[in-house]
């Protein structure tokens, strides 16, 4: 017996085995119930936990433009020194 027979074999088992279950009452009206108290939008959904993470992307983007700051005052005082060079032929 390899494999996908085995499988297969299971999945006659499990089949047979639950062919009489069905769903409890009032299972569809419980699960459209529960739709529709769902947000409208997933955009509604992620908005309330990301109320935490706030700060951190405030302070994360504060870092980031004082480090681009830096670096370019860096990059403008390397570019004046090298103007000052006279180029000899």
Same mark, same amino acid.
């Given at each position: ?37 769902? @947000?409208?939008?997933? +955009?509604? *959904?992620?908005? $309330?936990?990301? =109320?935490? &993470?706030? @700060?951190?992307?405030? +302070?994360? *983007?504060?870092? $980031?433009?004082? =480090?681009? &700051? ?9 570019? $004046? ?9």
């Amino acid at each position: 017996m390899n494999h996908e027979e085995d499988i297969d074999a299971r999945l006659a088992r499990l089949s047979a085995a639950t062919q009489g279950i069905t769903p409890s009452a009032g299972f569809n009206s419980r699960v459209m119930q529960r739709i529709g108290e769902e @947000p409208a939008t997933t +955009l509604v *959904a992620l908005r $309330a936990p990301a =109320w935490r &993470f706030l @700060p951190v992307g405030m +302070l994360a *983007a504060a870092l $980031a433009l004082f =480090w681009a &700051f830096s670096v370019d005052s860096e990059v403008n005082e390397a570019m $004046a020194v090298s103007d000052d060079t006279e180029l000899s032929w």
